[in-house]
């Protein structure tokens, strides 16, 4: 198992930048591909952004493509998202999640253990 702690999030203005990082801890997580999802209220949760255990390999909502970038540093145990050019319809709450399924997948019915979640706030 892993247990995953998500940071970072507050309250920015439109067209700010905030980086949330996702911390775990439990088992080795570079055996773990992860991922980033968000849930604004009254939505369905909404994929964002995954990475390969290595790092090598990346996917992106088109929704953020271009303005957010996934990353992990196995060596510090933490997954992180930057997010730039931050819209008010990027308020949520973000949430990361891991999976150790042999095959890669944006749907978060796959992804098996889940942070609890951080707000963003993005004021116009």
């Known amino acids: 198992q892993v247990q995953l702690v998500e940071s970072g999030g507050g309250l920015v203005q439109a067209g700010g930048s905030l980086r949330l990082s996702c911390a775990a801890s439990g088992r080795t997580f570079s055996s773990y591909a992860m991922g980033w999802f968000r849930q604004a209220p009254g939505k369905e949760r909404e994929f964002l952004a995954r990475i390969s255990r290595s790092g090598d390999s990346t996917s992106y909502a088109n929704s953020v493509k271009g303005r957010f970038t996934i990353s992990r540093d196995n060596a510090k145990n933490t997954l992180y998202l930057q997010m730039n050019s931050l819209k008010p319809e990027d308020t949520a709450v973000y949430y990361c999640?891991?999976?150790?399924?042999?095959?890669?997948?944006?749907?978060?019915?796959?992804?098996?253990?889940w942070g609890q979640g951080t707000q963003v706030t993005v004021s116009s």
């Open positions: 999640a891991a999976h150790n399924r042999p095959y890669s997948g944006s749907s978060d019915q796959m992804y098996d253990y």
